[in-house]
T-cell receptor
Framework: GAVVSQHPSRVICKSGTSVKIECRSL??????MFWYRQFPKQSLMLMATSNEGSKATYEQGVEKDKFLINHASLTLSTLTVTSAHPEDSSFYICSARNVRQPRDTQYFGPGTRLTVL | AQKVTQAQTEISVVEKEDVTLDCVYETRDTTYYLFWYKQPPSGELVFLIR??????QNEISGRYSWNFQKSTSSFNFTITASQVVDSAVYFCALSENTGNQFYFGTGTSLTVIP
């Protein structure tokens, strides 16, 4: 099956630093990637939709200047948490849609656990 | 409004018992897709099933079965003869024909006690 990777899988950083998380579709092209955030014992909440070659679409309440998304190629989207603070500590999951498959098909990455001290 | 509701927050069962996880959804689309995912402690989402709204047949896969009832907007998931390895958080999700995103329920944490 299709594989989506995320790097790093786990990151610990100091408050005020920026952290970049990569999401890669390994064996398919993804014009659209999605970024989710999951707080402990809560559901996945969509943060933004990342479209290759265009600006990301952010969900209401998500600060676009805080969470920078770049989808520069058909296989890579990055999420940068700028000036991270402890409240940004969360599990971040990306998913990717295969251009050759129905639009409802999304493949999820393994997630990145961010801890901001 | 919550599009996907999983009313059961936590469930505990003894090994070998059957357990049903409830999922109720809300959509105005006539064509949509429903999903179940398993999330073990590692965090990675494990895909279990994808169901097209036009297909109302129930499905069985080993110890897993799914009951899709369009009339009640429910897509329940049953694990037969539960095992300790089934312990995880299970999410139900909806993908509508319009729009891009998945709508996830709040999840049901299942603990299977040996």
């Amino acid at each position: 099956g299709a594989v989506v990777s995320q790097h790093p899988s786990r990151v610990i950083c100091k408050s005020g630093t920026s952290v970049k998380i990569e999401c890669r579709s390994l064996d398919f092209q993804a014009t659209t990637m999605f970024w989710y955030r999951q707080f402990p014992k809560q559901s996945l909440m969509l943060m933004a939709t990342s479209n290759e070659g265009s600006k990301a679409t952010y969900e209401q309440g998500v600060e676009k200047d805080k969470f920078l998304i770049n989808h520069a190629s058909l296989t890579l989207s990055t999420l940068t948490v700028t000036s991270a603070h402890p409240e940004d500590s969360s599990f971040y999951i990306c998913s990717a849609r295969n251009v050759r498959q129905p639009r409802d098909t999304q493949y999820f990455g393994p997630g990145t656990r961010l801890t901001v001290l | 409004a919550q599009k996907v509701t999983q009313a059961q927050t936590e469930i505990s069962v003894v090994e070998k018992e059957d357990v049903t996880l409830d999922c109720v959804y809300e959509t105005r689309d006539t064509t949509y897709y429903l999903f179940w995912y398993k999330q073990p402690p590692s965090g990675e989402l494990v895909f279990l099933i994808r169901r097209n709204s036009l297909d109302e047949q129930n499905e069985i896969s080993g110890r897993y079965s799914w009951n899709f009832q369009k009339s009640t907007s429910s897509f329940n998931f049953t694990i037969t003869a539960s095992q300790v390895v089934d312990s995880a958080v299970y999410f139900c999700a909806l993908s509508e024909n319009t729009g891009n995103q998945f709508y996830f329920g709040t999840g049901t944490s299942l603990t299977v006690i040996p």
